[in-house]
T-cell receptor
Framework: DAGVTQSPTHLIKTRGQHVTLRCSPI?????VSWYQQVLGQGPQFIFQ???????GRGNFPDRFSARQFPNYSSELNVNALLLGDSALYLC????????????FGPGTRLTVL | AQKVTQAQTEISVVEKEDVTLDCVYE???????LFWYKQPPSGELVFLIR??????QNEISGRYSWNFQKSTSSFNFTITASQVVDSAVYFC????????????FGTGTRLTIIP
């Protein structure tokens, strides 16, 4: 079975631009979470979506938004990019959220110049 | 507030040596979950173990073992007879039992196994 997939793998943007990152969960998983991992740090929680509704939000500005589609895939959008948004963005899926094990994708490496 | 501390930033050991990675956590919740993840150079986080706060039994899986001590808020990870393939960054993480998936990660420990 395919694991969590993310696209694109790498992305280079300039300050002020907008970016959309995509995630496809493991088949049958209904919960998707997004994390930001800055170089040398642990991942920071951004959002969780379960059954297309937001279940949790981390301490990130409103420039960050996300949504989940009927097929449980998800998009993370970041507006007005800043240099500090450069990071590895990880998507994780689980069966139904909560304390279930989260399976992580390979991530999207975003570089903002 | 939740907090996870991994005081060891980097560790290097010679292959076949045993190594222990420390994890100390802070939470006011009575029910919570602790995790260890491995992050190889490829970047993908690999799940290693989940432990709930009511289960303090130590666990062994092959060369890996985990020591959960609620009295000291620690959840340490030991690799026995280390191998070069164990080289990676290891993260300890905490999840409160709120029904969401907000994992709080430590800053990670970079483990290098020297052949």
């Amino acid at each position: 079975d395919a694991g969590v997939t993310q696209s694109p793998t790498h992305l280079i943007k300039t300050r002020g631009q907008h970016v959309t990152l995509r995630c496809s969960p493991i088949s049958g998983h209904k919960s998707v979470s997004w994390y930001q991992q800055v170089l040398g740090q642990g991942p920071q929680f951004i959002f969780q979506y379960y059954e297309k509704e937001e279940r949790g939000r981390g301490n990130f500005p409103d420039r960050f938004s996300a949504r989940q589609f009927p097929n449980y895939s998800s998009e993370l959008n970041v507006n007005a990019l800043l240099l500090g948004d450069s990071a590895l963005y990880l998507c994780a899926s689980s069966w139904e959220g909560g304390s279930n094990e989260q399976f992580f994708g390979p991530g999207t490496r975003l570089t903002v110049l | 507030a939740q907090k996870v501390t991994q005081a060891q930033t980097e560790i290097s050991v010679v292959e076949k040596e045993d190594v222990t990675l420390d994890c100390v956590y802070e939470t006011r919740d009575t029910t919570y979950y602790l995790f260890w993840y491995k992050q190889p150079p490829s970047g993908e986080l690999v799940f290693l173990i989940r432990r709930n706060s009511f289960d303090e039994q130590n666990e062994i899986s092959g060369r890996y073992s985990w020591n959960f001590q609620k009295s000291t808020s620690s959840f340490n990870f030991t690799i026995t007879a280390s191998q070069v393939v164990d080289s990676a960054v290891y993260f300890c993480a905490l999840l409160p039992d709120f029904g969401n998936e907000k994992l709080t990660f430590g800053t990670g420990t970079r483990l290098t196994i020297i052949p």
